[in-house]
């Protein structure tokens, strides 16, 4: 019944910007909060940021904190991550994610309870 699709990857030069977007339906979407992640080819998927229902507290991975930025709105049921300063080692399938998020356990992807299809981001040098 919950459907999160994602939308807005692309290839893009270094230094570029994107902007990711996740459309939801089905659920409570003020309830849940939402994450993005993402995968390489041959590793694992990784945590990239999250935001907590009021959208007061956003969380972030190190090597993403000075140039993402996650944010949402809970009249649209859309929540985004605006992407800055692209770097090569930034490719990967951007994954959306809904959960109930317990605090300290942001980053772990089993606290997310649906999954979006991905959207692909590739950066060239």
């Known amino acids: 019944q919950v459907q999160l699709v994602e939308s807005g990857g692309g290839l893009v030069q270094a230094g570029g910007s994107l902007r990711l977007s996740c459309a939801t339906s089905?659920?409570?979407?003020?309830?849940?909060?939402m994450g993005w992640f993402r995968q390489a080819p041959g590793k694992e998927r990784e945590f990239v940021a999250a935001i907590r229902w009021s959208g007061v507290s956003t969380y972030y991975a190190d090597s993403v904190k000075s140039r993402f930025t996650i944010s949402r709105d809970n009249v649209k049921n859309t929540v985004y991550l605006q992407m800055n300063s692209l770097k090569p080692e930034d490719t990967a399938m951007y994954y959306c994610?809904?959960?109930?998020?317990?605090?300290?356990?942001?980053?772990?992807?089993?606290?997310?309870?649906?999954w979006g299809q991905g959207t692909q981001v590739t950066v060239s040098s």
């Open positions: 994610a809904a959960g109930r998020l317990r605090y300290g356990l942001e980053e772990y992807k089993a606290e997310y309870d649906y």
């Open positions: 089905g659920g409570t979407f003020s309830n849940y909060g």
